[in-house]
């Protein structure tokens, strides 16, 4: 079983890949995306958004991070592919799956999956690209608004040459409504032979075994879940799941982590963007909640959650 933590754009940045990994139970990250357009992009984009890169690319707590890219241009996306595996990235992740407008209106995440064919060039040039040793991996969902292409997506990706695949079991047009339908990652399981990796809808570990026997897949990706039971990993692997006190301290934690330099200003709106996921598992969370709620100063919030 290898537990990966998803690449939640805006959520899982480099202070949260932090928190959450010196929890233990995560085997990698996967960083959010770069945006690939028309250019190589210089290493200073890279090291801003993976700052781990400084570290062997790994978190503190010796987690290894795989840089995911998205574009739609082949060439420049094997270029940069081959830019983040020079600076230190764990191999190479390619985006199939975002469901944002504003990527899908530009050709972008996935917008891609009504096009198997742009799939499997940027792949292909990708992993023509990559050292051989390296792994190529992607991420996809089931589809744009319908399922019926989720196997064919799948194969192309495989017959361009990447290791695995992670499937997120829903289409674009499901956003992240449940249910994720495992069902069909266990389709795209039968039908190629790439290592395929279960995501969706994972939020504890009865969800885990439950997803386990239905896709047939015991390696996952989690997202929401990780941040809504912080050692959620670990509590997939055995381990009781983290007690509120506990949780405060991580959150306390979390703000030395986002308060150096210029984040600080950013730390309030973070923090209030946890809250929505931690109140799912923890009651006791809303009276703290509202109490910080309207509190817009850093320093003042984290009095808050020390007293």
């Not at 956003?175 to 504890?204: F, M, Q, R």
């Not at 941040?227 to 055995?238: E, M, R, S, Y």
Request: aromatic share 8%; with cysteine; hydrophobic share 35%.
């Amino acid at each position: 079983m290898r537990i990966i933590l998803a690449p939640m754009e805006g959520v899982a940045d480099a202070s949260m890949r932090r928190l959450l990994t010196s929890q233990g139970g995560f085997d990698l990250c996967i960083s959010e995306f770069i945006r690939i357009v028309d250019q190589k992009l210089p290493s200073r984009v890279f090291y801003r958004s993976c700052p781990e890169l400084y570290n062997d690319c790994k978190t503190e707590f010796g987690t290894p991070v795989r840089i995911q890219l998205l574009g739609q241009e082949p060439n420049w996306m094997a270029e940069n592919a081959e830019r983040a595996i020079r600076l230190g990235s764990h191999g190479i992740d390619l985006n199939f799956g975002c469901p944002s407008r504003t990527v899908n209106k530009n050709k972008g995440g996935a917008a891609l999956l009504k096009e198997p064919e742009s799939i499997y060039q940027i792949v292909k040039k990708v992993r023509e690209t990559v050292p051989s040793y390296q792994t190529v991996s992607a991420k996809m969902r089931l589809g744009w608004d319908c399922k019926s292409q989720c196997v064919e997506i799948a194969q192309a990706i495989e017959a361009a040459g990447a290791n695995e695949l992670t499937v997120h079991a829903r289409t674009k047009e499901e956003g992240y409504k449940p249910p994720a339908h495992w069902e069909y990652i266990k389709l795209i399981k039968d039908a190629t032979s790439l290592n395929i990796i279960a995501n969706g809808e994972v939020w504890n570990k009865d969800d885990y075994m439950r997803c386990q026997n239905i896709s047939g897949c015991d390696d996952i990706m989690i997202g929401r879940g990780a941040v809504t039971i912080p050692n959620l990993a670990l509590h997939i692997k055995g381990a009781p799941i983290m007690p509120w006190a506990e949780v405060k301290q991580l959150m306390i934690n979390y703000g030395g982590f986002e308060t150096l330099g210029d984040k600080e200003k950013y730390f309030p709106q973070r923090l209030k963007q946890w809250f929505k996921y931690i109140s799912k598992q923890y009651p006791e969370s809303e009276e703290l909640f509202r109490e910080i709620r309207s509190i817009k100063d850093t320093k003042q919030i984290i009095q808050a959650l020390k007293k």
